[in-house]
């Protein structure tokens, strides 16, 4: 743990509070309202009860479906522009990207481990962090809560939750249907509709689809990659036989094929081998070209069906909620990032090909106390079982004879001969339990107490064989090997704070809360024997301080958030060798420490305008690095660096201006929004090259609105300025990147109509 004391941690973190909120209220205390615009109440359920956002004790960030619409943010990726404590690590494929919070997450191609920052869909649990990786759609809100979670969220949110909420069935028939075109043709439809089916029974049905050619092209062949394929649909049946009994099923289901996990060769030492097989590649920065002979791809296939029971018992209400999900997940993509391009007889390319087979079950119930009394709570009871198999194979691909000079291969002038060089097949299971509760104590009108527990029980299984065609390690494979072993842990997590209304719209509050995330084992393709060693439970001790308000007669909404928690156990990956090729490693890191503030506002000038933002300052360090087996002596330089994914500045901003046109058959709707962060480190090793240098993405629309809400034109544009930019960057003797889609400037018209409203 660190070596600061709490005492002198709550001290410091008070000053920093103090001293950005006063600077606050001098700011807002001078601005005069321009009419009566006030901004609307925003109801969350962030403590697993509806209430309203400014009364609870916690950090929380909301981001609206129509907001989501406005900006056109269809998934996670480009979330984080609008919540400024968010980052997303894109991976080769949905199996190892992951969300970070405060500079936090759990970055792992391990099937042994979870995600530090839980996603949840509907009250579910989503159990590994490629589920939820989905297009946003049918969506009512996304509230992300800062900081470990545990108490009442459980699996996986030692760092944080992003909740999202799909919207309920309307009470009335009403129905939509959208699309868009985007440069680089891309296209995205959606539609839906939704209504009463009798008179107890409401439903709904939510399709979308979406297709992108791609803003990479693949030299090899011309084709075009980073691009994807997706179509998704949800249904929502809610029944309600009297008034104190909801009835709520949902089912889901989204197929999506992507080659967006094309890895770009950036970086590259003068004098590699590589850069002879890379063909007209140019690398650097800005490159989005690759030469692969092996076409990157990933097929997903996400769904499962939910039951949630609401039962009113007088005032108290008895919630069950009971959930089963799928998830297959198939990747295949050129191993050594070249094609056929430069090689001479006798050297080989690589090729990988996965299978992921993947369910799991989960069973909560929760018991939630009536409110306006001295004692208010929520008690429940969870568990949960995944069951993962695994298929991985590296093959080489090895050029034997040629009838080119000089000993060149190319295909259909030389003989190329494919080798398995190593296969594995292995299954996890992980299993959870749980009880918890969550009390809140009202000493008084304006002041009041928090405390909460859950005791957790985890266990993680696993049977793991690797088959090599060779004695000894060789390039990405290592020799054969086979275990089978289980470890399981008993945690704790909690919370305690107070909350105090300074006025009926400011009030202010401060927690302490334990975070816990449970045992871990690194299985994975070229797992060996010090990988059975299971890795210790990650712990956190979290202190926040927070104030929410609303000012200026409610036009304006100010939230301040100040914190500093301290990891330790950490679990996260670095970087092996095997026989010279670069490979991942699941390890405890040791000790890491995030502190920092935010702040997020809403702001109604008048009743046409409605401005939005936040901004985070966050400092992720190393405190005490834990070298793996292995490591050069250069490894402790590792402490006081930063953590990978989490820059230390991050700011968004965004403006809505409804322009009313009274001689025409429509108003006008003005959107622009701007995110910015500074350097970003993706690299736990501090390589230099893995820097992401600062950027700014800014965005804007421009929409023709129907009167009654009926029909929508608006014209897009993303990325304005034309900022490249990364969302990985992946060291070795060459650095690989991902280059995400709004890495470019490009234009598209969307085009809604509403109907039954």
């Known amino acids: 743990m660190k070596s600061t004391s709490s005492t002198q941690r709550a001290s410091r973190l008070a000053a920093l509070f103090l001293t950005t909120a006063s600077t606050a209220f001098g700011i807002v205390g001078t601005a005069a309202a321009a009419d009566n615009a006030q901004v609307e109440e925003v109801i969350v359920t962030a403590q697993r009860r509806e209430e309203r956002l400014q009364n609870v004790p916690v950090a929380v960030t909301v981001v609206s479906g129509d907001q989501l619409s406005q900006r056109q ?43 530090a920052v839980s996603t949840v869909v509907d009250g579910v649990v989503l159990a590994r962090s490629g589920q939820a990786f989905f297009d946003f759609f049918d969506v009512e809100r996304i509230e ?9 969220f459980g699996k996986n949110a030692s760092a944080g939750v992003v909740s999202i909420v799909t919207k309920r069935p309307s009470a009335t028939p009403t129905g939509f249907v959208e699309g ?31 297709k992108y050619d791609g803003n990479t092209k693949n030299v090899f062949n011309g084709e075009d990659v980073n691009g994807y394929e997706r179509f998704g649909v949800r249904a929502k049946v809610e029944w309600t036989p009297s008034d104190n009994l909801t009835v709520t099923g949902i089912a889901d289901w989204v197929n999506a094929v992507d080659n967006a996990s094309a890895d770009i060769i950036g970086f590259v030492t003068p004098g590699n081998a590589i850069l002879g097989q890379l063909g007209t590649v140019k690398t650097g920065e800005g490159n989005k070209q690759i030469s692969n002979d092996y076409a990157p791809v990933t097929k997903d296939s996400n769904f499962g069906v939910s039951g949630q029971v609401d039962y009113q018992m007088g005032d108290y209400t008895l919630t069950s909620i009971s959930a089963w999900r799928g998830w297959g997940n198939t990747e295949q993509r050129d191993g050594d990032f070249t094609a056929y391009l ?8 690589s090729r990988d090909f996965g299978i992921l087979d993947f369910t799991q079950f989960s069973q909560e119930v929760r018991l939630a106390s009536p409110t306006g009394q001295f004692l208010e709570y929520v008690v429940g009871a969870y568990y ?51 009880v918890f509760g969550q009390a809140t104590l009202n000493f008084s009108e304006k002041f009041r107490g928090i405390v909460g527990l859950r ?52 009030n202010v509050y401060a927690n302490y809360a334990r975070g816990y995330k449970g045992p871990a084992i690194n299985v994975f393709f070229n797992m060996r024997a010090f990988d059975t060693i299971p890795l210790q439970p990650e712990e956190s001790d979290a202190f926040e301080l927070g104030l929410k308000s609303r000012l200026l007669d409610n036009r304006l909404v100010l939230n301040i958030a100040a914190f500093d928690t301290s990891y330790s156990g950490f679990q996260t990956t670095s970087f092996d060798t095997v026989a010279g090729s670069i490979v991942s490693r699941l390890i405890n890191a040791g000790d890491v420490s995030t502190q920092g503030i935010e702040a997020d506002f809403t702001a109604r000038p008048t009743a046409a305008l409605t401005l939005s933002g936040g901004a985070a300052y966050t400092k992720a360090r190393i405190d005490k ?13 590792h402490d006081g660096k930063t953590l990978p994914y989490a820059p230390e500045w991050k700011l968004n901003l965004s403006a809505n201006y409804d322009i009313a046109l009274p001689t025409m058959p429509f108003d006008m ?41 009926r029909y929508r034109l608006s014209l897009v544009a993303k990325n304005l300025g034309d900022q490249f930019y990364t969302s990985a960057r992946i060291p070795g003797a060459f650095v690989r990147t991902q280059v995400p889609r709004d890495a470019e400037r490009y234009f598209g018209l969307t085009l809604r109509a509403n109907f039954g409203q």
């Open 73 to 115: 943010t269809f998934s996670s990726e480009q979330l984080v522009q609008a919540v400024p404590s968010l980052t997303f690590r894109k991976g080769t494929t949905n199996v190892n990207s992951a969300l970070n919070i405060r500079g936090i997450g759990t970055i792992s191609f391990s099937a042994g481990a979870e995600p």
């Open 144 to 152: 992300v809560l800062r900081g470990p979670q545990g108490t009442l």
């Open 180 to 210: 868009s075109y985007f440069e680089g043709n891309e296209i995205r439809v959606r539609g839906g509709v939704s209504g009463p089916l009798s008179d107890t029974v409401r439903g709904g049905l939510t399709a979308v689809y979406g």
């Open 342 to 349: 430069g090689r001479n007889v006798g050297t080989s390319s």
């Open 384 to 434: 949960y079982h995944t069951d993962q198999d695994n298929f991985f194979n590296r093959l080489n691909v090895t050029c034997t004879a040629t009838t080119l000079a000089g000993g060149a291969c190319a295909a259909g002038s030389s003989t190329f001969v494919t080798q398995s060089n190593g296969t594995a097949n292995f299954n996890t299971q992980l299993t959870n339990s749980a």
């Open 455 to 506: 005791l957790s029980k985890d266990k993680v299984e696993y049977d793991f064989a690797r088959v090599s065609s060779f004695a000894a390690d060789t390039p990405g494979v290592r020799a054969n090997f086979a275990s089978k072993s289980s470890t399981d842990e008993t945690g704790t997590s909690g919370r305690i704070g107070v909350q105090y209304d300074v006025s009926e719209n400011v």
């Open 625 to 637: 690095y834990n070298c793996p087996t292995g490591s050069p002596a250069s490894c402790a330089a």
């Open 669 to 709: 709707a003005l959107n622009t929004a701007y995110g910015w962060q500074s350097d970003t480190q993706f690299d736990i090793d501090q390589n230099p090259l893995a820097i992401q240098p600062e950027y700014g993405i800014w965005d804007a629309s421009v929409a023709l609105v129907d009167r009654d809400g």
